[in-house]
């Protein structure tokens, strides 16, 4: 068998041009000699010899390589801004299998952030041989991206993790080394709630505001699409991918099909968001929650970046698993408290008993779970003036109705102890030991149950 | 170079949207059917309406005028960076000219708005420059296609892209 020529330029050395930041053009030719041009909102790199363009709707492009496999496809260098024109021959259309499974994510996750889900549908990958690849201008150097040694910063960042005592300083210290390890400035951590179907926000770096608290639904846009089929989901530019999006929306509006349309649904994060990528918290076969990063700045997180992101994520997950077992560790010794001094101001606490909501002096605090849990705190306090508390307390305690996934609760006081740091002054949850908690109390507190 | 079958009118509207700041992509094809692509500037619609002409830089673009000298067959891809809208007209090319002032007059007008487009979409000017000077550092010199266009298509991304106007 007869080698093939190598290409003028090895496509590893342009991949930049591979990840979606600039948009392609693709031109087919009719069986009868017509040329048709598209416009490409990414080429996907699938080997050094191989590229894949998603198939979702069947146009004339798609016609056209069914009667003629040539076509050619002009990508841009976002680094240099230098075109490179592939030269391509249409070889087969995969519909299952990995590279169909990461790029239908990838759109589906996108699709419902935009509430396109029914709109854009990956029908198959149209993969591609490709023959030549060659610079357009002839000055264009032979771009190279080395790969750095990402191995000295994962050793860093695993370092800081196993530092680390208890879920609530591991958060911190995750999302603090991201960004003075790997320099990624704004990042959260989403939990998942006890019944599968929600995340909420328990922890973030780098936002003016924190957002904890925050909930989105598992299945739903970019990080709902994330969770639910535990993939990473990245994305390059996606104002320009929003732009794209809403194109497809109108024309499907100018159609009259509004009906297949859905809510847009709003970013969390960054307002000028351009990169991000979504890694699911997967340990002991189980989800967690997800990583998600975020930056201001097109083709932030490449690649390269996704499969790095990938184990520091699974490490964290491992890590958070072992953290929230109730019996990870044996407790550390109390340190001595300082009895906080109540001012003669109260304060009103009240808790709706619909939804478990918490509102202290008409301003909401939380709901569900966490509510419940600090609706039972602040009730012993009032009765008997109880400061001091146990998790193992609250665990066994029937009458909270705690879900089955005792890992959790970890999580929900940190929650809490997060919302109240956020939302009030006279009140708050100090963890004195692995498994025991102080509340601090400063001002009397009038409770009222609402329905 | 081929006769051109029949001219579709250009109407007003369309005529501003293609002389605006549009992206401009021009395909064609070999004897064997091998497309190849280059990127155009300075689209300028005729006052009858029933022709256009565009730039091409030379250096990068001796393929397509090879193409365009055996068979005419051209189609011109015009997207719109803010918004997707994408307009793409198929035809044939009945004449290839050194450009006249007017020409380049309007190749610095598409060069102006197609920076200012997309400097409205976070792609910095200075980027556009540079992506520019790119096209041309090997030559400076541009060819000029004259294009009788005689289908004209919506190319809008979406389930109904490639449809009739």
């Not at chain 2, 809208?85 to 007017?102: H, N, S």
């Amino acid at each position: 068998m007869i080698a093939p020529s190598p290409l003028t330029v090895p496509l590893e050395n342009i991949a930049p041009c591979f990840e979606g930041i600039l948009p392609s053009t693709i031109c087919s030719c009719s069986r009868e000699g017509t040329p048709n041009l598209t416009y490409l909102s990414i080429v996907h790199l699938l080997d050094p010899r191989h590229v894949g363009l998603s198939y979702q709707f069947f146009n004339k492009t798609r016609k056209n390589i069914l009667e003629n496999p040539m076509v050619q496809v002009v990508v841009i260098s976002p680094e240099t801004l230098y075109q490179y024109r592939l030269s391509l021959c249409y070889e087969r259309t995969e519909m299952e299998g990995p590279t169909f499974d990461r790029m239908k994510s990838n759109l589906d996750a996108v699709a419902s952030q935009t509430g396109m889900s029914h709109v854009f549908r990956l029908h198959g990958v149209d993969v591609y041989r490709v023959l030549d690849c060659r610079p357009v201008s002839s000055q264009a150097p032979a771009e190279s991206f080395p790969k750095a040694d990402p191995l000295p910063e994962l050793e860093a960042f695993s370092e800081r993790l196993a530092a680390c005592a208890d879920l609530d300083s591991l958060l911190d210290t995750a999302l603090d080394a991201l960004s003075t390890i790997f320099g990624i400035d704004h990042s959260f951590v989403m939990a998942l709630d006890e019944d599968g179907t929600r995340l909420y926000t328990l922890a973030s770096h780098g936002y003016a505001e924190s957002g904890v608290g925050s909930e989105v639904w598992v299945g739903g846009g970019i990080l709902g699409v994330a969770a639910e089929r535990r993939v990473v989901v990245r994305t390059t530019s996606l104002a320009r991918e929003m732009v794209f999006s809403r194109a497809v929306r109108s024309t499907v509006e100018h159609q009259g099909k509004e009906t297949v349309l859905e809510k847009e649904i709003a970013l969390p994060g960054l307002p000028n968001v351009q990169s991000q990528l979504v890694a699911p918290l997967v340990a002991r076969d189980r989800l967690w929650g997800v990583l998600c990063l975020q930056s201001a700045v097109t083709g932030r997180f490449l690649a390269g970046d996704e499969r790095l992101i990938q184990i520091a994520a699974r490490h964290l997950a491992a890590t958070m698993a072992m953290l929230a077992r109730p019996d990870a560790m044996a407790p550390k010794a109390a340190p001595p408290r300082r009895t906080a001094e109540r001012s003669p101001m109260s304060a009103v606490v009240k808790h709706y008993g619909s939804d478990d909501s918490i509102f202290i002096d008409d301003t909401y605090l939380i709901k569900g779970v966490a509510g419940r849990i600090f609706w039972k705190l602040v009730q012993s306090h009032a009765r008997t003036g109880r400061v001091d508390f146990t998790n193992k307390e609250i665990r066994l305690d029937s009458d909270l109705k705690l879900p089955d996934i005792k890992d959790n609760l970890e999580a929900r006081l940190i929650l809490l102890r997060r919302r109240l740091e956020a939302r009030c002054d006279f009140l708050r949850l100090i963890s004195v030991g692995r498994g025991q908690f102080h509340m601090e109390v400063q001002r009397q507190l009038n409770l009222e149950q609402h329905l | 170079m081929k006769r051109a079958k029949s001219s579709v009118s250009i109407s007003a509207e369309l005529k501003a949207f293609l002389e605006s700041g549009v992206s401009v992509v021009v395909g064609t094809r070999d004897a064997e059917l091998v497309p190849e692509i280059t990127r155009a500037w300075g689209l300028l619609v005729s006052k009858d309406r029933k022709t256009l002409s565009l730039c091409v830089p030379l250096a990068t673009s001796q393929k397509t005028l090879d193409n365009l000298a055996g068979n005419g067959q051209i189609a011109v891809c015009c997207s719109l960076p803010t918004s997707y809208k994408t307009v793409q007209l198929k035809g044939q090319c009945i004449e290839t000219t050194d450009p006249r002032r007017a020409d380049l007059r309007a190749v610095e007008r598409h060069r102006e708005a197609f920076g200012r487009l997309n400097d409205r979409i976070g792609f910095r000017r200075q980027r556009t420059e540079t992506f520019w000077r790119r096209e041309l550092e090997t030559s400076p010199v541009l060819v000029n296609l004259r294009v009788v266009p005689e289908l004209v298509f919506d190319q809008t991304p979406g389930p109904d892209a490639g449809s009739p106007l």
